[in-house]
Every structure is written in structure tokens, then in C-alpha cells.
């Protein structure tokens, strides 16, 4: 059966009695990579955080590989939230590593502790996934001694250590340097050409149109178009859709 | 130097006292003092209470009337006061540990505010449990945070010791204060206060060591 990674139905979310999603439909295949767009408060962060439970719907069925996270806006267990989002990986826009382990203990903690994978396994996990983003040299080095690029290429890594289905990226470049966003979009674009499956909040507009296999824009809590980087860049059905890729393609 | 050696000796053996207060209510009230920190951000609003209400008594009330009551007052409540009837020693750790704990669960719960919420979304999405996020993840950083507020709240309990004299412990400064009654010369208070210095001189010292290794 050629089942969706991910489908969410009707999803919708409030804070404070300000809708921020307002019936969110959309799906997701494997191999997909989907680049969330839209202006800041459109609510693609907040959809992103709630497929992986950091924020809460109110309504609506998010399935993650045919699993509920939420049905009709009724949350699973705990126990079982825990069991569906698994296999989703995050990457945040401020890194996260953690400052008082080095590179190595980072990307080794959680398969130690969640996995329970063995020391030799780790390592050569480890190593691998540095030499994927090319961070090799700094397996001991603290976080405190990188660049943000290095910091986020190592948090990619460290995602990549749980051997996730699927990778959010919550505008994984934002907080870089303008100078140090090549570095990442570039390992990025790696994971996508190896067929990662990928759903990335970003107002990279060069990485939507060259690397996205499908584009969502959003506005004021709802996916006004969904499409090809074709669609949306080249024949895009609304005007604000036009107006606001048309405003920011022009920075580049 | 004779009349120093006279002056010491005795010293010494209050300092035992002295140490013993100092080292029990350390190792008792850091402990305990993070279980009322993390009762301040329990889920359960009775729970918060218990620990807020507690926080303020023992930070809100002098330690001196603290030590009064745990020695002298509590044995003369009625019913339970003759199961809470202590030694003056014992009397002096439970008061000493009671006070410090709410001290030091104010530092830790600064401590945990300063963790980024960051690093709590990081940990959970790398699947790791509340527990080990905890002990692997935040309390390594609320160490480091804390750390310059417990050297300096660690220091002003060795210094607090001296109280004890009021309900008739013989610590340095009870010895202290009987050769210079005794004698009639200030000489046995610096005495007393080169002991001070010297310990709080390791203290610094350790917690010096301590800030080295967290600092990440």
C-alpha cells in the first residue's frame, strides 16, 4: 500500500483565542521534500512543532506512518505519542546542541540512552555522520568553540544519529550568518538527493525553488497553495502568493 | 606562643563541632533543597503551595529564632513534642538544614531558569525521558548557573555555624568567647577568626575547582 509518511486532516490551533492554524490539510510521500513558506506569524513554525508534539492541536488528525499522533483533536497516550513521533528527527533554528558535551557526546547521547546502541556502533555512526556534514576534525570539540553553521551541521548530525524516516527543519539557516547559510543548505541538499524525507520551514527562497519537490504557502493559518516550485514561482494562483515570492526572490 | 597553643587547642575541638554542623547541613540541604525546587515546578498546585509556604518561613524568619524553636520550642508543643525533643547538636543540623535547603532551592530554581527551553524540545525529540533530560541535560547547566550562588551561600553557612553558641553548642566561637572572658584579651577572637579564614580558604578554593570543570 502506498501509504503518506505523513497526512494531516483539519488541523487546527489557538493560543490565547488566536487562531494561528485554521484547518490545515496536506500529505507528505516518502522521499518528498517539502518546503513550508509563507511571512512570519503564517503559522508554518507552529505546524511544524505540532507534528512532533512540541505544540499541541486543537483539532484535527495528524497520522505519522499510518500512526495517530492526534485523531479529530483527541491526543494519543503518552506513551504512544512517543512510540509515533520517533521516527521524525528535528533540526531548530537556535541549534540546541547541548553546551556541556562535546560534538561526539551530542550526537552519542541519545542512541545511548534511547537506543541502548553499542559503544562501537555509536562511533562508527558517529564518524559517519560527521564526515557526512564534514565536521570530522571537531568530534571532541565543545560547542561553544563552532561557528553557528558548524553548530547546526553538527545538530544535523546528531538528528541523523537516530536514524530518522524524516527530518524537520524549523528555519534552520535564520539564525546563521548570511556568509554561513551555503554550508548547511549545501549538507541539506546532500540529505535530499539521498532521498530524505524532508519538511523544512524556511524563507531560503533559492532552496524551495532548487531543492523542494513541493512547496506549501502559507497565509494567516492556512495553506493558501500547495504546488511545484514550478507552480508556485513560475504560475502562482494568488496574488500574495506572487507578491510574497516575488518580494523575497528579489533579495537574492 | 604558648598562650596561642592554650587558646587553640580547645578550638580544635570545636572546630570538630564546627565542621560537623557545617558538612551535615551542606550534604543534607543541597539535596533537599532541589527536591522543594522541584516541588515549585510540580504539575500539582498543592504541591507548589507546600513548597512556596516553606520557602517563605524559613526565609522569612531569623535562622537564630529557627534554632530557639527546633531546641527549645518544639519539645513543648503538645502531644508531639516529646518526639521532637533533640541533643544540641542534632538540634542545631535539623534547624541549619531546614534553613539552608530553602536557600539553596531558590538558587537551583533560578538555575533552571536559565536553561533554555531549547534544550528541553531537543532532548524530547531525540526521545529521550523527562528523567534522563533531567539528570543528562539540565542539571549539568543548572550547576553551572548556580554554582557562584552556592560558593557564596556555602561560605556564609560556615560563618552562620557560630549561632549554635546560642543554644550552648561548644563550637571555635563558644571556646572563643570563654578565653576571652576567661583572660580578658581579644587575642582567642582572632584566633577564632584565622579558623574562619583558613576553611573558607578551601572552600573558595574547591568551588573554584568546581566552577573549572563546569565550564562549558
Known amino acids: 500500500m502506498d501509504q503518506h509518511v505523513i497526512q494531516v486532516n483539519n488541523l487546527t490551533k489557538s493560543f490565547d483565542g488566536n487562531q494561528v492554524?485554521?484547518?490545515?490539510?496536506?500529505?507528505?510521500?516518502?522521499g518528498d521534500v517539502v518546503a513550508i513558506i509563507g511571512s512570519s506569524g503564517s503559522g508554518k513554525s507552529t505546524?511544524?512543532?505540532?507534528?512532533?508534539?512540541?505544540?499541541?492541536?486543537?483539532?484535527?488528525?495528524?497520522?505519522?506512518?499510518?500512526?495517530?499522533?492526534?485523531?479529530?483533536?483527541?491526543?494519543?497516550?503518552?506513551?504512544?505519542?512517543?512510540?509515533?513521533?520517533?521516527?521524525?528527527g528535528m533540526v531548530f533554528q537556535h541549534f540546541n546542541l547541548f553546551p556541556h558535551l562535546t560534538v561526539r557526546e551530542n550526537l552519542e547521547l541519545a542512541p545511548k540512552l534511547v537506543k541502548k546502541m553499542k559503544q562501537a556502533e555509536m562511533d562508527a555512526a558517529c564518524e559517519r555522520h560527521l564526515k557526512q556534514v564534514g565536521l570530522f576534525d571537531k568530534i571532541d570539540a565543545m560547542p561553544k568553540t563552532l561557528s553557528g553553521g558548524e553548530k547546526q551541521r553538527v545538530a544535523i548530525a546528531r538528528a541523523l544519529m537516530m536514524e530518522p524516516d524524516v527530518l524537520l527543519f524549523d528555519e534552520?539557516?535564520?539564525?546563521?550568518?548570511?556568509?554561513?547559510?551555503?554550508?548547511?543548505?549545501?549538507?541539506?541538499?546532500?540529505?535530499a538527493e539521498e532521498h530524505m524525507t524532508m519538511l523544512v520551514v524556511t524563507h531560503e527562497m533559492g532552496f524551495a525553488r532548487g531543492v523542494a519537490s513541493k512547496i506549501l504557502f502559507m497565509n494567516q493559518g492556512v495553506i493558501l497553495e500547495e504546488g511545484t516550485p514550478e507552480d508556485i514561482f513560475e504560475h502562482p494562483k494568488h496574488d500574495r502568493t506572487r507578491d510574497f515570492v516575488s518580494s523575497l526572490s528579489n533579495k537574492d | 606562643?604558648?598562650?596561642?597553643?592554650?587558646?587553640?587547642?580547645?578550638?580544635?575541638?570545636?572546630?570538630?563541632?564546627?565542621?560537623?554542623?557545617?558538612?551535615?547541613?551542606?550534604?543534607?540541604?543541597?539535596?533537599?533543597?532541589?527536591?522543594?525546587?522541584?516541588?515549585?515546578?510540580?504539575?500539582?498546585?498543592?504541591?507548589?503551595?507546600?513548597?512556596?509556604?516553606?520557602?517563605?518561613?524559613?526565609?522569612?524568619?531569623?535562622?537564630?529564632?529557627?534554632?530557639?524553636?527546633v531546641y527549645f520550642g518544639m519539645p513543648l508543643l503538645p502531644v508531639i513534642g516529646p518526639i521532637l525533643t533533640?541533643?544540641?547538636?542534632?538540634?542545631?543540623?535539623?534547624?541549619?538544614?531546614?534553613?539552608?535547603?530553602?536557600?539553596?532551592?531558590?538558587?537551583?530554581?533560578?538555575?533552571?531558569?536559565?536553561?533554555?527551553?531549547?534544550?528541553?524540545?531537543?532532548?524530547?525529540?531525540?526521545?529521550?525521558?523527562?528523567?534522563?533530560?533531567?539528570?543528562?541535560?539540565?542539571?549539568?547547566?543548572?550547576?553551572?548557573?548556580?554554582?557562584?550562588?552556592?560558593?557564596?551561600?556555602t561560605?556564609?553557612?560556615?560563618?552562620?555555624?557560630?549561632?549554635?553558641?546560642?543554644?550552648?553548642?561548644?563550637?571555635?566561637?563558644?571556646?572563643?568567647?570563654?578565653?576571652?572572658?576567661?583572660d580578658a584579651t581579644p587575642f582567642a577572637y582572632l584566633v577564632a577568626g584565622l579558623l574562619y579564614l583558613v576553611i573558607n580558604f578551601v572552600i573558595t578554593l574547591v568551588f573554584k575547582k568546581l566552577e573549572e570543570k563546569y565550564d562549558f
Open chain 2, 1 to 69: 606562643m604558648d598562650y596561642f597553643m592554650t587558646v587553640l587547642l580547645p578550638m580544635i575541638g570545636g572546630l570538630g563541632v564546627t565542621m560537623g554542623i557545617f558538612l551535615i547541613t551542606f550534604f543534607v540541604s543541597i539535596p533537599l533543597g532541589f527536591g522543594f525546587t522541584l516541588m515549585t515546578r510540580s504539575r500539582f498546585k498543592i504541591i507548589n503551595a507546600i513548597a512556596e509556604v516553606f520557602i517563605y518561613v524559613m526565609r522569612g524568619t531569623p535562622l537564630m529564632l529557627q534554632l530557639l524553636f
Open chain 1, 47 to 88: 505546524l511544524l512543532r505540532c507534528l512532533i508534539d512540541l505544540e499541541q492541536a486543537d483539532g484535527g488528525t495528524i497520522l505519522v506512518d499510518g500512526k495517530a499522533l492526534i485523531e479529530n483533536g483527541v491526543s494519543v497516550s503518552p506513551s504512544q505519542i512517543k512510540k509515533v513521533i520517533a521516527p521524525m
Open chain 2, 155 to 182: 561560605i556564609t553557612l560556615l560563618k552562620d555555624t557560630a549561632l549554635v553558641t546560642i543554644i550552648g553548642v561548644a563550637e571555635v566561637l563558644h571556646y572563643a568567647k570563654a578565653a576571652v572572658n576567661r
Open chain 1, 172 to 191: 534552520p539557516t535564520s539564525a546563521l550568518d548570511p556568509e554561513l547559510t551555503g554550508e548547511v543548505l549545501a549538507v541539506m541538499q546532500e540529505l
Open chain 1, 21 to 30: 492554524l485554521k484547518d490545515i490539510s496536506f500529505t507528505v510521500n516518502r
Open chain 2, 86 to 153: 533533640f541533643n544540641r547538636f542534632p538540634a542545631a543540623c535539623i534547624a541549619f538544614s531546614l534553613n539552608y535547603a530553602a536557600y539553596f532551592a531558590e538558587i537551583f530554581r533560578g538555575g533552571l531558569l536559565a536553561v533554555d527551553i531549547g534544550q528541553y524540545e531537543a532532548s524530547k525529540v531525540l526521545g529521550l525521558s523527562r528523567f534522563q533530560t533531567m539528570v543528562r541535560v539540565v542539571i549539568p547547566q543548572m550547576i553551572r548557573v548556580s554554582l557562584p550562588s552556592v560558593t557564596n551561600e
